[in-house]
């Protein structure tokens, strides 16, 4: 009996000891950004002397939500349990929507009524002779944006009880895309299978499900499309409607709008009709009857994403019609509803014509004639997603359409999520791209946002990075680019430094010795990966299929030449790069003056977009004085340099954090210097193959034989 009462005991504090001990403390990535930490002792009691409550007397869900968000946080924060209540009493926070009696006695109704929907304003007020921080927006999910921004002060450092903050989003749709197959798979995805159970649902909601809602709203995502480009026709059926409703309802409180992406021949593929030309009546009722469906369960569903007549997705092209026809006949079903199409500009076609200019040749001469709500989505840049890439030409070019451009936060092009690459930098630099459309300053961020082209929707998508490991990402520091990309979103004109900054305190920890240096390790991350894998303006030159190291010399017998590197570096004895000025593929001319001519000349060309626009000498002489051969081994050894001092600088890192996340990431970074070597020898001894020519006698010698470098063939398989 007394042997089963101590196993007893035993058995309860084992118990207690896991859930407070191990799992409280288990640094395992997954509360991501999301911490909450005890912030110092003279913070802490001033949170608890101006904030004794919270107040709202809403019955909506985001109004609770974000209530209890503010409840949890002040938990972390100080340790105490703030109550939530109905009536302003106690000085606390007070959570205040358009037209309420709260905004109204606090005279705020005249300015929430011109505000951005999405927007907030945070501020201290009096009432009845008790301070107040009021928490204001024209609407409930204003209204736990402004919560969490209250939060990220707190955490950031930067609380001030005084300070006033006005916010509103740039961008109207701030949109996740998933590429998650309905079987679990991820296309490009590394962070285990997919987030969404499509076999549980609609019955089981995975408890990740709402974590996921959180962390989007945590930094302003508000669109999320859970299902891949290549869409498979399934999701239309009433069986996967249900399953989609049952996520929509879950990410409902968190401002989250369910969006679908869509095979354009559903109705032939669903077998409801012998084809799925959009000028046949019966295929536009069929969509029409879909769009109903779906809004009857989903009333504030978002619409459709479409890959049309890309990569051998099925498009109105195949029965003799074009983008605009096709997209035009879904925006048609989804106007009653008020929903969108979103319709990719990511096409092109084996040829001769180069693929970078495609996209714009195919899409220009529709430009006015897509009905306004379809929305044109385009990559960043002109080709794929490529470490570098200078921008699209669409943008800013199509002047009578909406257009949003697309980002890729997954790693395809940068590693995997074995590559630490902070993707801030590389956003803000498309975002901050001059396209010239309107003189300058035309920036990609305002030719889209609204302000210089206005449309009723504006917009902007990130390929997701998250899957079902543990930490979401993979990598520890994959998190950072899924917050970066909500909060470039919001607002483009953050830095990614002021990000990567937010980040990291929010993350691990606000103390200077490692937020300096693993901040600067950041924001150098992503001119690394370029340096050690595609510098000066080289593109594609990876292994086929699945786009983690180099095959420059890939030959597949009877592809595509624009899936092979070749196509893209024109590598020969005379010199390397792809020519596409005047007297090349012409792609210069897609892009207003003055950067036609600036990229049609090499010397005025940036260097670090050179052999995109230009076919050079190996001797060439660049602005440094070196060759053209010379300067990309150096370039190559700066992406390896670079990577070694993350390397020394992390290993210093490992008395402030947990050793969880720091053996993690240091484990990472052994992996990513090898392949920057890899990179490094690969490349340049298969082009010294053409040039001929010796690595530079003060740069490091390769440590690889090309012909066991050629020999690589990783089990990672993909279709192009
Ligand atoms: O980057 C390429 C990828 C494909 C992807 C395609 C696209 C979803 O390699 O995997 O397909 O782009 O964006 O449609």
């Known amino acids: 009996m007394v042997s089963k009462e101590k196993n007893m005991k035993r058995f309860v504090f084992l118990i207690w000891f896991f859930n407070v001990v191990v799992l409280v403390n288990a640094e395992n990535g997954s509360r991501l950004w999301l911490r909450y930490e005890t912030v110092p002792p003279s913070l802490g009691s001033e949170l608890l002397e101006k904030i004794t409550a919270i107040q709202h007397n809403s ?75 009021i928490i204001a927006s024209p609407t409930e999910t204003g209204v736990l944006y402004g919560s969490f921004d209250w939060i990220r002060q707190i955490q950031s450092g930067n609380y001030d009880h005084q300070i006033i903050v006005k916010s509103e989003p740039h961008f109207d749709l701030r949109m996740l895309n998933h590429w998650d197959n ?68 879950v990410f409902r409180p968190y401002g989250i709008q369910l969006f679908i992406s869509v095979n ?127 921008f ?60 210089l082209i206005p449309h009723p929707v504006s917009a902007i998508a990130g390929v997701a990075n998250t899957g079902e490991d543990t930490n979401w990402t993979g990598h520890h520091f994959g998190q950072a680019n899924w917050y970066a990309f909500g909060r470039q979103a919001w607002n483009h004109t953050l830095t990614s430094e002021q990000i990567a900054d937010e980040w990291i305190k929010a993350t691990f920890t606000s103390n200077p010795d490692f937020l300096e240096p693993v901040k600067d390790l950041m924001l150098n991350s992503h001119e690394a990966v370029v340096n050690y894998m595609m510098p000066l303006g080289l593109h594609h030159l990876f292994a086929w299929g699945h786009h983690y190291g180099p095959e420059p010399w890939c030959d597949v017998p009877g592809a595509r030449e624009d899936w092979l590197p070749r196509y893209y570096h024109k590598a020969s004895e005379y010199g390397i790069g792809f020519d596409r000025t005047r007297n090349g593929s012409g792609a210069v001319d897609q892009y207003f003056p003055p950067l036609n001519d600036m990229y049609n000349n090499v010397e005025t060309t940036p260097e670090e977009f050179l052999l995109w626009f230009h076919h050079l000498p190996w001797n060439h002489t660049m602005k440094n004085g070196r060759t053209l051969w ?24 490992e008395p402030f954090i947990d050793q969880e996340r720091f053996r993690h990431v240091q484990s990472r970074l052994r992996t990513q210097v090898r392949d920057a070597v890899w990179w490094r020898d690969a490349i340049m001894l298969y082009f010294q193959t053409y040039s001929g020519l010796p690595i530079p006698y003060e740069l490091e010698r390769p440590v690889h034989d090309l012909e066991d470098l050629m020999k690589i063939q990783l089990d990672l398989k993909h279709h192009n």
């Not at 649902?201 to 995502?221: F, H, M, T």
């Not at 619409?303 to 997209?327: I, T």
């Not at 074995?418 to 396209?435: C, I, P, Y």
């Open 59 to 133: 019955q909506n869900p985001s109004m609770i939500v974000a209530a209890n968000e503010l409840q949890e946080a002040m938990m972390g924060f100080t340790g105490a349990r703030i109550p939530v209540v109905g009536k302003p009493d106690a000085p606390g926070i007070l959570l205040v929507t358009a037209n309420t009696r709260m905004a109204r006695r606090l005279g705020l109704n005249a300015e929430l009524r011109n505000m951005h929907p999405d927007g907030y304003l945070i501020k201290t007020a009096r009432l009845n002779n008790v301070t107040h921080t």
């Open 182 to 249: 309905l079987d679990g798979t991820i296309e490009r995805g590394y962070a285990g299978y997919s987030l969404w159970k499509w076999d549980e649902l609609a019955d089981v909601l995975s408890p990740r499900y709402e974590q996921y809602a959180r962390a989007n709203a945590s930094v302003g995502i508000n669109a999320s499309v859970p299902n891949s480009v290549n869409a498979n026709p399934q999701v239309l059926t009433p069986e996967y409607l249900e399953k989609l409703k049952a996520l929509a309802d």
């Open 264 to 390: 354009f021949a559903s109705p032939a593929a669903l077998g409801y009709l012998p084809h799925s030309d959009p000028f046949d009546p019966a295929v536009q009722q069929w969509w029409k009857d879909k769009a109903k469906e779906i809004y009857r369960l989903i009333p504030d569903f978002g619409g459709f994403l479409v890959k049309a007549n890309s990569e051998g997705q099925p498009g109105p092209m195949d029965y003799g019609r074009n983008h605009a026809d096709g997209a035009n006949m879904l925006a048609a079903a989804l106007k009653p509803y008020g929903g969108l199409v979103i319709w990719r500009a990511f096409v092109y076609d084996p040829g001769d014509k180069d693929r970078a200019i495609q996209a714009f040749d195919e899409f220009m001469p529709f430009d006015g004639i897509f009905a306004d709500n379809v929305i044109i989505q385009v990559k960043n840049g002109p080709v794929d997603f490529q470490p570098r890439e200078p």
């Open 392 to 451: 699209s030409p669409l943008f800013g070019a199509m002047k009578e359409t909406q257009v949003m451009m697309e980002l890729q936060i997954t790693q395809e092009y940068t590693g995997f999520s074995n590559h630490l690459v902070f993707l801030g930098s590389q956003n803000e630099e498309a975002l901050k791209s001059d396209t010239w459309a309107y003189g300058e300053g035309s920036t990609v961020a305002r030719v889209t946002d609204g302000t």
């Open 630 to 653: 010379d300067e990309m081994a150096f370039k190559y050894q700066e992406g390896v340099d670079s990577v070694r001092s993350f390397q020394k600088t992390w290993d210093r890192m």
